[in-house]
């Protein structure tokens, strides 16, 4: 079964500065896509950023950007030039290709201080 | 462009009780998908609803049960409520696959229900 791991579950980060959120995650599949949402406190998910498996090239989404290792199964998440705005609950997920069920770690509490 | 919908955003019940949620999907979207987030935790799949059948399933008992209706809108059922039912419950509306060709960018989740079970 496929699992999804985040190993820190605060980080804080100065206004401004640069951080970095990791992800492991564990399958035998070859064709996936792995992402990160972000959960403010009105609770709903938003999808930050999305990186297809097949796709050698890192994503990026403005401020966001991921380091995808496929061999060492690694999605970690940068964001950088920090926001206020950024402090909410990140959380990565995985999808393996056309079974539409998103499988998501327990997450990482952002705190960004001004 | 309606987002997704749910209903109520809070309850309370009481252990032994059965609870209805309610989602109304994003305006275009027909599949809906149900997840529960436990305090602390990531949201856990439930099951999906496509063309008013449940589609798959995750590793939930029987007494979670859906129904997603012409409009596409979907209620998730959960019978006999235990204390460890309490979490948010979020929805989220998608294209099924193989339609949708940019998977993620396709779901849209709600804010969801709180529900407390005492």
């Known amino acids: 079964a496929q699992t999804v791991t985040q190993s820190q579950p605060e980080m804080s980060v100065q206004e401004a500065e640069t951080v970095t959120l990791s992800c492991t995650y564990d399958?035998?599949?070859?064709?996936?896509?792995l992402f990160w949402y972000k959960q403010p406190p009105s609770r709903q998910m938003i999808l930050v950023i999305r990186?297809?498996?097949?796709?050698?090239q890192n994503a990026t989404e403005n401020r966001f950007s991921v380091n995808f290792q496929k061999a060492a199964k690694s999605f970690s998440l940068k964001i950088s030039d920090s926001q206020l705005g950024d402090t909410a609950m990140y959380f990565c997920?995985?999808?393996?290709?056309?079974?539409?069920?998103?499988?998501f770690g327990t997450g990482t509490r952002l705190q960004v201080f001004p | 462009d309606a987002g997704v919908t749910q209903s109520p955003t809070h309850l309370i019940k009481t252990r032994g009780q059965q609870v209805t949620l309610r989602c109304s999907p994003k305006?275009?979207?027909?599949?809906v998908s149900w997840y529960q987030q436990a305090l602390g935790q990531g949201p856990q799949f439930i099951f999906q609803?496509?063309?008013?059948?449940?589609?798959q399933r995750g590793n939930f008992p029987d007494r979670f049960s859906g129904h997603q209706f012409p409009n596409y809108s979907s209620e998730l059922n959960v019978n006999a409520l235990l204390l460890g039912d309490s979490a948010l419950y979020l929805c989220?509306?998608?294209?099924?696959?193989?339609?949708?060709?940019?998977?993620?960018?396709?779901?849209?989740f709600g804010s969801g229900t709180r529900l407390t079970v005492v």
């Open positions: 997920a995985f999808e393996e290709y056309n079974t539409d069920k998103l499988i």
């Open positions: 399958t035998s599949e070859n064709n996936y896509y």
């Open positions: 609803y496509y063309e008013e059948e449940e589609r």
């Open positions: 305006s275009g979207h027909d599949t």
């Open positions: 990186q297809e498996a097949y796709k050698q």
């Open positions: 989220a509306s998608s294209y099924p696959s193989p339609h949708s060709t940019a998977r993620g960018y396709g779901y849209t």
